[in-house]
T-cell receptor, first 115, second 111 residues
Framework: AQSVAQPEDQVNVAEGNPLTVKCTYSVSGNPYLFWYVQYPNRGLQFLLKYITGDNLVKGSYGFEAEFNKSQTSFHLKKPSALVSDSALYFCAVRDRKAAGNKLTFGGGTRVLVKP | SQTIHQWPATLVQPVGSPLSLECTVEGTSNPNLYWYRQAAGRGLQLLFYSVGIGQISSEVPQNLSASRPQDRQFILSSKKLLLSDSGFYLC??????????FGPGTRLLVL
């Protein structure tokens, strides 16, 4: 079984400050990990993924995430948040042997960046 | 490049009416296809997935069904809608081991 937890329903940050969105996961084997962003009434947009290799993954719009196997975490970070980063963020995990390559999503974290 | 389409964008239907939502993908062959429902703007629930034409796996028993009549076409249906079927329906495609890419979604309101 695979599962994802996003412990914060909402994160508030001032523009220009660092942004962190937390994610922890549980899989039976080695994970594939993903971050997506959703703007109101839109589909999910892919931000970045960890498949293998370097634990620090860089993605779109200045976002990055660090895979930490010992803590089973994959936190999303951005050094300097923009008001336009305000959106709903989803972490997702897939066991490498999952049937149909199914993803399991966290409940989402709403990010509000204030000017 | 690959593109995924969903229609309609918005749908208002009475309880007990049928439903048909369509998803098509361009620019790829033999993709895995997925239907998700998102309630109240939060978490995503996987409803169905398909690894090939005519192959449908259901994740949650419910009032909905899915079909894949062509390689890049995925249809979500219901014979009689319930109030609880209201939500935001997202189609996604994936190739091999990699990322799933999502369509723009269909907002369904059942009254």
């Amino acid at each position: 079984a695979q599962s994802v937890a996003q412990p914060e329903d909402q994160v508030n940050v001032a523009e220009g400050n660092p942004l962190t969105v937390k994610c922890t996961y549980s899989v039976s084997g080695n994970p594939y990990l993903f971050w997506y962003v959703q703007y109101p009434n839109r589909g999910l947009q892919f931000l970045l993924k960890y498949i293998t290799g370097d634990n620090l993954v860089k993605g779109s719009y200045g976002f990055e995430a660090e895979f930490n196997k010992s803590q089973t975490s994959f936190h999303l970070k951005k050094p300097s948040a923009l008001v336009s980063d305000s959106a709903l963020y989803f972490c997702a995990v897939r066991d490498r042997k999952a049937a149909g390559n199914k993803l399991t999503f966290g409940g989402g974290t709403r990010v509000l960046v204030k000017p | 490049s690959q593109t995924i389409h969903q229609w309609p964008a918005t749908l208002v239907q009475p309880v007990g009416s049928p439903l048909s939502l369509e998803c098509t993908v361009e620019g790829t062959s033999n993709p895995n296809l997925y239907w998700y429902r998102q309630a109240a703007g939060r978490g995503l629930q996987l409803l169905f997935y398909s690894v090939g034409i005519g192959q449908i796996s259901s994740e949650v028993p419910q009032n909905l069904s899915a079909s894949r009549p062509q390689d890049r076409q995925f249809i979500l249906s219901s014979k009689k809608l319930l109030l609880s079927d209201s939500g935001f329906y997202l189609c996604a495609w994936g190739a091999g081991k990699e990322t799933q890419y999502f369509g723009p979604g269909t907002r369904l309101l059942v009254l």
